[in-house]
């Protein structure tokens, strides 16, 4: 058994699987952690942060240019509905006709933090198609 010595710091890491059966939007609440301890060390530990998975909102906007029938300027919009500050890892948009060409590929480092309601739009691309465009995503 490992022993905490007076002013050391540790991360305490807990984990969870959670099974979703449906497609229900619940809100998470408050999160309740229980721990055993030999000591009262333990009575002002506060959570931190925590890392979770969300469903998330996303779209292609893709407005067709006036002057250029068959041009569209496109870009990703991200949107968070949820109540919490969340953080953009992935998102990856392909060409609908070759999917080794992408259009997005996001860097987290490059996204800022999301409040809750907030939007993020990649930048812009030009796509050129007779018809609507249909992107890939993986």
Not at 16 to 23: A, N
Not at 64 to 93: H, M, T, Y
Request: aromatic letters at 14%.
């Amino acid at each position: 058994m490992e022993k905490l010595m007076p002013e050391q710091t540790v991360i305490l890491k807990f984990t969870c699987s959670i099974l979703v059966t449906d497609i229900t939007k619940r809100k998470t609440g408050t999160l309740d952690v229980t721990y055993e301890a030999s000591s009262s060390f333990a009575e002002g530990l506060d959570i931190d942060k925590y890392d979770a998975y969300t469903r998330n909102k996303f779209y292609v906007d893709t407005v067709e240019r006036d002057e250029e029938p068959g041009v569209w300027d496109c870009k990703l919009v991200f949107e968070n509905p949820s109540e919490f500050v969340i953080q953009l890892f992935n998102a990856d948009v392909y060409s609908p006709e070759n999917e080794s060409v992408k259009f997005v590929d996001i860097d987290p480092k490059d996204v800022p933090l999301l409040p809750a309601g907030a939007q993020w739009h990649s930048r812009k691309w030009k796509f050129e198609s007779e018809e609507y465009p249909a992107f890939r995503k993986k």
